[in-house]
Each structure stands twice: as C-alpha cells, then as structure tokens.
C-alpha cells in the first residue's frame, strides 16, 4: 500500500502565494512522474502540471509562468508553488504518483486525498 499525503493548502488573497507539497510512503520501490490536478466546484478534475523522476515538467496553459513544480526523490515528495494566484485558482487539489511497489513490482497510479486551496478577490 502507498499513501500520498498533500499538505499546504489554504485560503489567499488574490495576488498571493501558497506552497503545495505532496509525500508519499509505504510499499515503493520507485517513483516515476508525479503531478498536481485540480477541481474546481462543478467541474471535471484537470491537470495542473506535472514531473518526471528525471525533472521533466509540464504545465497547463494556467499554470504557465505562476506555478512552479518540483520534486524531492529523496523524500518521495512533490511541490507545487503557486504565485499570482487568481480567484479562478479556486479548487481541492489533488497530488498524483505513479508508484512502482513491492513486493510484487507493480506499476500503481496513487491520488492523495486532495487539499482546498480557495483565493479571495
């Protein structure tokens, strides 16, 4: 069993900041790309960025220039800073993995339970 814990979420200015991490722990062998998605109320889930074990990044057009994703390998955690966050930014976030496990060597797809982060105008 793998869990993704995701911390850092809150309530913002417009304009502000907020930190998102992300850890993951249990039955790993390796990690390969992470990411962060989001769901803003009465809408379907979309990407926000993601990396590879290798630093790799993608990032939705939203995304682009305001977030920054990176990872810790040693830590098994990903992060998600998040600058000039907008109203529109409102949503849960949500922390994804692709986890290779023990001790069956399986390649798993793990979400985190997701994280509110809501920016007032």
């Known amino acids: 069993q793998v869990q993704l814990v995701e911390s850092g979420g809150g309530l913002v200015q417009a304009g502000g900041s907020l930190r998102l991490s992300c850890a993951a722990s249990g039955s790993i062998v390796s990690i390969g790309a992470m990411g962060w998605y989001r769901r803003a109320p009465g809408k379907q889930r979309e990407l926000v960025a993601t990396i590879t074990s290798g630093g790799y990044t993608n990032y939705a057009d939203s995304a682009k220039g305001r977030f920054t994703i990176s990872r810790d390998n040693a830590k098994n955690s990903v992060y998600l800073q998040m600058n000039s966050l907008k109203p529109e930014d409102t949503a849960v976030y949500y922390c994804?993995?692709?986890?290779?496990?023990?001790?069956?060597?399986?390649?798993?797809?793990?979400w985190g339970q997701g994280t509110q982060v809501t920016v007032s105008s």
């Open positions: 994804n993995a692709g986890v290779l496990t023990t001790p069956t060597l399986t390649l798993y797809n793990y």
